[in-house]
């Protein structure tokens, strides 16, 4: 299973890092991605990480290159999206997803 | 990055057929574009039904089929249920990453 954590409210500019633990897979061989929703929108593919052996490197969209990054720590089965320069229309219940399994997702929202 | 395109929402009988297509703004979708669909129904997370085109996980209902069909990835519900009533997406590959369609809202009435 995948449980997200680390939403909440913040100022538009700011920065907040989401977390995401994964148990009940080996997570060091996924590659991992976050997708987000925002308020009665559709899914959108926010990006990914590929795993260790497969060069631990990592894709975005277009809406987030540059401001937001993808990490993992697979010592502790974690995937990280660090987000910065934030903006309204970021805000999104933010999911992570292993492909198989889906986690609940955390809200971020932005707003001043 | 690429635009993808689904019907914005559909309707099927009980127990009838439907097909959803998923087409791409960079033409044909191939198998290299790894299509996948997933059904999230309202309040809850996606789940994926189906991955590179027609591969089912354990808990996909056998009356869902992926498929490839004139130039777009297709899902195909057969014998519709109730409880088929949701959102559908469909993901694919394209040069930066992947990217969802805008989902279609299958209703079964």
């Known amino acids: 299973q995948l449980v997200e954590s680390g939403g909440g409210l913040v100022k538009p500019g700011g920065s907040l890092r989401l977390s995401c633990g994964a148990s009940?897979?080996?997570?060091?061989?996924?590659?991992m991605t976050w997708v987000r929703q925002a308020p009665g929108k559709g899914l959108e593919w926010v990006g990914r990480i590929r795993s260790k052996a497969d060069g631990g490197t990592t894709d975005y969209a277009a809406p987030v290159k540059g401001r937001f990054s993808i990490s993992r720590d697979d010592s502790k089965n974690t995937l990280y999206l660090q987000m910065n320069s934030l903006k309204i229309e970021d805000t999104a219940l933010y999911y992570c997803?292993?492909?198989?399994?889906w986690g609940h997702g955390t809200t971020v929202t932005v707003s001043s | 990055q690429a635009v993808v395109t689904q019907e914005p929402s559909l309707t099927v009988s009980p127990g009838g057929t439907v097909t959803l297509t998923c087409g791409s703004s960079?033409?044909?979708?191939?198998?290299?574009?790894?299509p996948s669909w997933f059904q999230q129904k309202p309040g809850q997370a996606p789940t994926t039904l189906i991955y590179?085109?027609?591969k089912k996980y354990s808990w996909t209902p056998a009356r869902f089929s992926g498929s490839l069909l004139g130039g777009k990835a297709a899902l195909t519900l057969s014998g519709a249920q109730p409880e088929d009533e949701a959102d559908y997406y469909c993901l694919v590959s394209d040069d930066y990453g992947r990217v969802f369609g805008g989902g279609t809202k299958l209703t079964v009435l």
């Open positions: 997803t292993a492909g198989i399994v």
């Open positions: 590179e085109i027609s």
């Open positions: 960079t033409g044909t979708v191939t198998s290299g574009h790894y």
């Open positions: 009940g897979f080996n997570f060091n061989n996924v590659w």
